[in-house]
């Protein structure tokens, strides 16, 4: 069984520039959220979809933006790039949401901004 | 708001040692709490999950306990290996929502 896939695996980027990665989570799960991972703040919670829908979102602005598709896939996208938008980016997969299930990560998308 | 902190922040021992990793939290209304494993620029691995209605978990030679009570966990580490060299974190989820809040973690290196 395929694992949780993050692509691309590493981004460079502007300043200015708008980005979108993609999360495939293992197949039959429904639920996928997204973190990011910087060495200063830690892995912080993005959101999560389930079924399409948001069902929770963290404290990150609005240029953070995300979805979900009928297949489960999911893309977050973030618009007008800043430099301390540079991190780990980690997208997790599990069969619902809100239960006692182990998150399944996948590695990341390393972005960084210039 | 909860708050996940892990002591200590990086580990050195010498192979075969047995160690703790610690891990506490602010606010006992927890959900579950998992230990993760991160290799060096990888993802996250799933190492155990711990129901906040159990005491501990066991795979191999590792073993979670919680007390919920305390707002603790720990990580038991038997026999290590220099395999076993990570980073280690522990995470809480809520009982709203599917969030978890991460720990900063610990960085463990096992000597051979």
């Known amino acids: 069984k395929a694992g949780v896939t993050q692509t691309p695996r590493y981004l460079i980027k502007t300043r200015g520039q708008q980005v979108t990665l993609s999360c495939s989570p293992i197949?039959?799960?429904?639920?996928v959220s997204w973190y990011q991972q910087t060495p200063g703040q830690g892995l912080q919670f993005l959101f999560e979809?389930?079924?399409?829908?948001?069902?929770n979102k963290g404290n990150f602005p609005g240029r953070f933006s995300g979805r979900q598709f009928s297949n489960s896939r999911s893309e977050m996208n973030v618009s007008t790039l800043e430099l301390g938008d540079s991190a780990l980016y980690l997208c997790?997969?599990?069969?619902?949401?809100?239960?006692?299930?182990?998150?399944?990560f996948g590695s990341g998308t390393q972005l960084s901004v210039l | 708001k909860q708050e996940v902190t892990q002591i200590p922040a990086a580990l050195s021992v010498p192979e075969g040692e047995n160690l703790v990793l610690n891990c506490s939290f602010t606010d006992s209304a927890i959900y579950n709490l998992q230990w993760f494993r991160q290799d060096p620029g990888k993802g996250l691995t799933s190492l155990l999950l711990?129901?906040?209605?159990?005491r501990e978990q066991t795979s191999g030679r590792l073993n979670a306990s919680l007390d919920k009570s305390s707002g603790r966990s720990t990580l038991y580490i038997a026999a290590s290996q220099p395999g076993d060299s990570a980073t280690y974190l522990c995470a809480v989820k809520g009982n709203q929502g599917g969030k978890l809040i991460f720990g900063q973690g610990t960085e463990l290196s096992v000597k051979p």
């Open positions: 979809y389930f079924s399409e829908t948001q069902r």
């Open positions: 711990i129901q906040s209605s159990q």
């Open positions: 997790a997969s599990s069969l619902e949401s809100g239960t006692n299930e182990k998150l399944f």
């Open positions: 197949s039959g799960h429904r639920s």
